[in-house]
């Protein structure tokens, strides 16, 4: 009768799909299958590769932090945080050593390539002639660099020529105008533009020194007020003072340059003559 009830109780188990445990003749004891098991694992791990990595047992510390646990480690006995960690400060080390290429790059010329300055200047440098008003353009340029910033120091009349030809269709090999720089003078006057508005720091050096002609009023007017309204730095040098800027140029450039950051006024003789 028992024998009976069980056979009774396991069959309506199964029509209700719950799970209960049959024996199976041929099952393999417990031992040889938790080797199998074992092996199985093994080989899942040997597909993950670890480049240059060794797992260390779990009382192994890194030689940096000293924390003790069970994580990957390189060679050197250092966890993967503390690696990272190291190669992010020495590659902006590397960064700092060559500060002068990223310097050149932006556009400086090559005797402004040594200039630094503790102040933090933006706005409009005016002067005469050899006042250092060059120089302090670009040491901000440095400043900006080692923040990682977007940067270009540019020359007015460079630009200016650089706006012409792309009416012609001839600014393509326009980076000749300056040294190593990219290619953010080449393009349609248009594109131009929009790349020097988005840039952090934009310098526009020795203004002035250009032919004061209708186009160049309204490519410095737009470079400027775009410059302005996006509230981006931007450093100004000329010779000119501000009411010489006005009466030269136009009021509302006038304007613009000097609600655009500090107004620093050099004077001395020309540091180039003696």
């Not at 002068?100 to 440098?125: H, M, W």
């Not at 050899?130 to 120091?153: C, Q, T």
């Amino acid at each position: 009768m028992e024998a009976r009830e069980a056979q009774a109780i396991l069959e309506k188990s199964r029509q209700e799909k719950k799970i209960i445990y049959e024996p199976q003749e041929n099952m393999m004891d417990s031992k040889k299958y938790g080797s199998q098991i074992q092996k199985r694992e093994t080989a899942s791990l040997k597909k993950t590769s670890f480049e240059n990595l060794i797992e260390l047992p779990p009382q192994a510390s890194c030689i940096t932090c000293q924390n003790v646990q069970p994580v990957y480690y390189n060679g050197e006995g250092e966890c993967l945080v503390c690696k990272a960690e190291r190669e992010k400060k020495e590659e902006e080390q590397q960064y700092i050593e060559n500060i002068i290429i990223y310097i050149s790059k932006a556009g400086v010329p090559k005797r402004l390539l040594e200039a630094q300055d503790n102040r933090n200047i933006t706005g409009f440098i005016t002067g005469p002639a050899g006042s250092g008003k060059s120089w302090i353009a670009a040491a901000m340029v440095r400043k900006a660099l080692l923040e990682h910033k977007r940067v270009r120091f540019i020359p007015v009349t460079k630009l200016l020529r650089c706006l012409r030809d792309s009416f012609s269709g001839n600014n393509h090999h326009s980076s000749w105008l300056y040294d190593d720089v990219d290619d953010i003078l080449d393009g349609t006057d248009t594109e131009i533009i929009n790349k020097l508005l988005g840039l952090n720091l934009l310098i526009l050096d020795d203004l002035g020194a250009e032919k004061t002609t209708d186009f160049a009023k309204q490519a410095i007017y737009e470079i400027i007020d775009g410059r302005y309204q996006a509230m981006k730095d931007t450093i100004i040098t000329s010779n000119l003072s501000l009411q010489e800027i006005s009466a030269r140029f136009d009021d509302r450039i006038a304007s613009r340059i000097a609600g655009m950051g500090k107004i620093l006024k050099l004077t001395g003789k020309d540091r180039r003559l003696s």
